[in-house]
């Protein structure tokens, strides 16, 4: 006879036990009057336990009622709602930042370049305008007024494009959430 | 004992969850229906009072209704359950210690004469002292696997334990009822 295969005993009565091993357990029990015996205790503990009754409980349909009215009003709803209103997407949020970076940039570059025309002009003069190689300043900085009023304009529409795609983003998201609500509450 | 889930139940559970996460009161109802004979006879073997049992069940299921959007699908909603459930009966037998003494309690179905209902009352009583007797952890794991059928790996779920702690807790408290009820399993 093989050794005996008490510790599997419990796992096989409980049904937890792999094909393979419960076929060894089942062939081994075949010829084992000791370990037959093991198993008839427990099934026996368990007859035994499940043999005491449960005392009578309320209907279940009266419990799910009483359990109704103790739950708080739409707290599953609420916390879903919060949990169902995604973030805003990172590259959403990093267009506008990204535009005020550059052109903050830009309007610093073009700030200091008209600042420093300006002022040679101003104390330099025509020796200035000779050094540098432009006949008429004035036009030199009328250009670089112009070319700030496109960045400005540039960088106002992008900045009304991301606006207008983030209105109709949550708009979106707005809608999609309500009617996820009204379609279970009513 | 409650059988052990199929798969089709899961689904249907896995339905009703999902619905109820989204505010569905009356799936939530549904899943209530389904899981309140379990839980109630889970807290009713841990505690030994039927009152305190069916209170601190329906405390379960609030809780349950208050933390649907933990739940994680990819879990088993009943090892879920049954841990919330066992939150419960431990905080009923810390709070208020059951009024009746559990041998004490009522029984449901009688036997036939007045004779064999007082003898297989006393059977009972003792088969409930021996239970009450055992250690919470002990009972826990004795309580969940032979009433409720749930299997080692729902059960280490539930209270949070690996599979062999269960195993090892299941052999203990298997053990010494055998020690405690010898004489019944003997006429048996």
């Known amino acids: 006879m093989t050794q005996h295969l008490l510790e599997w005993l ?7 036990l792999s094909r393979s091993r419960r076929l060894q357990v089942e062939t081994h029990l075949q010829d084992c009057p000791s370990c037959r015996a093991e198993l008839e205790a427990l099934q026996g503990l368990s007859a035994l336990l499940q043999a005491d009754p449960l005392p009578a409980h309320t209907p279940v349909e009266r419990f799910a009622g009483q359990v109704q009215l103790l739950l708080p009003r739409n707290s599953a709803a609420r916390a879903r709602r919060q949990n169902s209103t995604p973030a805003l997407p990172g590259w959403v949020l990093g267009i506008p930042m990204t535009l005020l970076l550059v052109g903050s940039f830009l309007q610093a ?21 000779a050094w ?36 109709v983003w949550k708009r979106n998201q707005n809608i999609s959430v309500t009617t996820e609500l009204l379609e279970k509450e009513y | ?14 339905k009703l969850i999902a619905s109820a996460q989204l505010g569905d009161r ?15 006879s889970f807290i009713y073997r841990m505690c030994g009072d039927p009152r305190l049992a069916e209170d ?9 209704w208050q933390n649907l959007n933990n739940y994680k699908p990819q879990y088993a909603f009943r090892s879920w359950l049954y841990r919330i ?54 009972r826990l794991v004795l309580v969940l696997r032979e ?38 399993l003997e006429e048996a």
């Open chain 1, 10 to 16: 419990p796992a096989y009565h409980d049904g937890e």
């Open chain 1, 109 to 129: 570059g073009l700030w200091m370049t008209s600042s420093l025309l300006a002022t040679g002009w101003f104390f330099g003069g025509g020796a200035f305008a």
């Open chain 1, 132 to 167: 540098l190689g432009s006949d008429s300043m004035p036009d030199t900085l009328g250009t670089l007024f112009l070319l700030n009023l496109t960045l400005l304009a540039g960088i106002a529409s992008l900045w009304m494009a991301w606006l207008a795609f983030w209105w």
């Open chain 2, 1 to 14: 004992m409650t059988s052990p889930q199929t798969a089709p139940a899961i689904d249907e559970d896995r």
């Open chain 2, 26 to 40: 009356q799936a939530f109802g549904e899943l209530v229906c389904r899981h309140q004979a379990g839980v109630v």
């Open chain 2, 56 to 64: 601190a069940a329906q405390e379960a299921f609030v809780r349950v």
């Open chain 2, 85 to 138: 459930a066992a939150n419960a009966a431990l905080d009923v037998l810390r709070r208020e210690r059951p009024v009746a003494a559990i041998e004490d309690l009522p029984l449901s179905d009688k036997g036939p004469t007045p004779e064999q209902a007082a003898e297989q009352e006393q059977r009972n009583a003792q088969i409930r002292r021996a239970v009450s007797q055992l250690s919470e952890p002990l």
């Open chain 2, 147 to 184: 009433y409720e059928g749930l299997s080692y790996q729902e059960i280490a779920g539930a209270l949070d334990i690996p599979t062999g702690t269960v195993m090892s807790r299941l052999n203990t408290a298997r053990t010494q009822l055998r020690r405690e009820l010898a004489t019944l």
